[in-house]
């Protein structure tokens, strides 16, 4: 009995949630925004240890109110990122309890594709700015923790952008979000 508790477990699910993001921009004033993510996961491990591969497709972004160009002068304008992306984390993580009821912690990197970009500008950002170039997959790092309830999996997790996400020799930006998502366990 105690072999067959050491044995590694597979675990394959569906997820769903939403995030919270920001640019985080040294140039600008930036706000919130909210997205989703729909994907699976799975986990292999055992005793207390295990490694989660994930695929989703998620939204994010931000919105700028304000920027100081090059000049130094600051300037009031409006400017929205939108990002639809391919999001691949590898999470190492521990659980604490038994698989039907347990506390999990998890971190590792994750790595963003960029499928769709939408970027709206106004005039002022357009003429003293070329931040909106952007690179087309970045690197950030995921922490957080999550809980299983039978078949149901929540988790809440911060992501740190890692790469520069823009092209531009002037700007750097970084993604950063809050994910709270709900998972399923197919088996």
């Known amino acids: 009995v105690s ?3 050491q044995l590694p ?3 394959l699910g569906l997820k769903g949630g939403v995030n919270v993001s920001k640019l985080n921009a040294e140039f600008a004033s930036e706000e919130n925004r909210l997205g989703y993510q729909v994907g699976a996961w ?14 989703y497709i998620g939204s994010k ?7 100081t160009a090059p000049n130094n002068t600051e300037v009031e304008a409006d400017g929205e990122v939108n990002f639809t992306t391919l999001d691949i984390p590898l999470l190492l993580g521990t659980k604490i309890g038994p698989n039907n009821l ?4 998890m971190a590792g990197p994750v790595i963003s594709f960029v499928i769709d970009e939408n970027t709206t500008f106004n005039s002022a950002y357009n003429q003293a ?6 690179k087309d997959q970045n690197w950030a790092a ?4 999550g809980v299983d309830f039978g078949n149901l999996s929540i988790d809440a997790r911060y992501e740190a952008g890692l790469s520069n996400i823009s092209r531009s020799s002037t700007y750097d930006q970084k993604q950063n979000l809050w994910h709270l998502s709900l998972g399923y366990k197919l088996f």
């Open 3 to 5: 072999a067959f508790a």
């Open 9 to 11: 477990s597979f675990t």
């Open 42 to 55: 799975a986990r292999l491990g055992g005793a207390g240890l295990y490694v989660q591969p994930e695929a």
């Open 61 to 67: 972004g931000s919105k700028f109110i304000r920027f």
């Open 102 to 105: 347990n506390l999990r912690f």
């Open 129 to 134: 700015t070329d931040f909106d170039n952007y």
């Open 142 to 145: 995921q922490f957080g923790a």
